[in-house]
T-cell receptor, first 108, second 114 residues
Framework: TQLLEQSPQFLSIQEGENLTVYCNSS?????LQWYRQEPGEGPVLLVT?????EVKKLKRLTFQFGDARKDSSLHITAAQPGDTGLYLC????????FGQGTTLQVKP | ETGVTQSPTHLIKTRGQQVTLRCSSQ?????VSWYQQALGQGPQFIFQ???????GRGNFPPRFSGLQFPNYSSELNVNALELDDSALYLC?????????????FGSGTQLSVL
């Protein structure tokens, strides 16, 4: 059983489209992080959200932490081929627990 | 400032053998975490070391063991390798063993067990 459920698991879209990735759990986290991983590399931290309801923006990426600190979403506006990769959410419960990831493919 | 480095990058072993993976943490970091990542999946927490002591362990059998050295580098040892141990093994360092963690990952060691 996955503590953090990400959806969708795979997403293939055209350049310029918008998308949202969801990360859900029944557990409450002290913080939640989003990472991006490219093939052959380790995950790279994009953002950390801490407060329930918090919204953070990183260029075309918008991250939101749920009010109850059990879920989060990542929204990408006008996706570009360079956004292609594996997106991982990770919740902190003493240690970082990762979701199973969302593989995003953006086609030119 | 040097990043997290892992060695070797690739490794092929046969079932039943033993393997040692190495990790040098980022300068100034005293905590190392190890993760196992199957293809297309999220990393699974193996264990964490803080100041040379194990500081938390995931759902992995005892044949997965580790060490952290005084310079905060670390090793992951796996005994009696099984086919399902084939995966990318990631090491991540962070600046503290407790509280909010910001992990810096290495590029991983790709282990294939035949």
């Amino acid at each position: 059983t996955q503590l953090l459920e990400q959806s969708p698991q795979f997403l293939s879209i055209q350049e310029g489209e918008n998308l949202t990735v969801y990360c859900n759990s029944s557990s409450v986290f002290s913080s939640l992080q989003w990472y991006r991983q490219e093939p052959g590399e380790g995950p790279v931290l994009l953002v950390t959200v801490v407060t329930g309801g918090e919204v953070k923006k990183l260029k075309r990426l918008t991250f939101q932490f749920g009010d109850a600190r059990k879920d989060s979403s990542l929204h990408i506006t006008a996706a570009q081929p360079g956004d292609t990769g594996l997106y991982l959410c990770a919740g902190e419960l003493g240690k970082l627990i990762f979701g199973q990831g969302t593989t995003l493919q953006v086609k030119p | 400032e040097t990043g997290v480095t892992q060695s070797p990058t690739h490794l092929i072993k046969t079932r039943g053998q033993q393997v040692t993976l190495r990790c040098s943490s980022q300068s100034g970091h005293n905590t190392v975490s190890w993760y196992q990542q199957a293809l297309g999946q999220g990393p699974q927490f193996i264990f964490q070391y803080y100041r040379e002591e194990e500081n938390g362990r995931g759902n992995f059998p005892p044949r997965f063991s580790g060490l952290q050295f005084p310079n905060y580098s670390s090793e992951l040892n796996v005994n009696a390798l099984e086919l399902d141990d084939s995966a990318l093994y990631l090491c991540a360092s962070s600046g503290t063993g407790t509280g909010r963690q910001k992990l810096f990952f290495g590029s991983g060691t790709q282990l294939s067990v035949l």
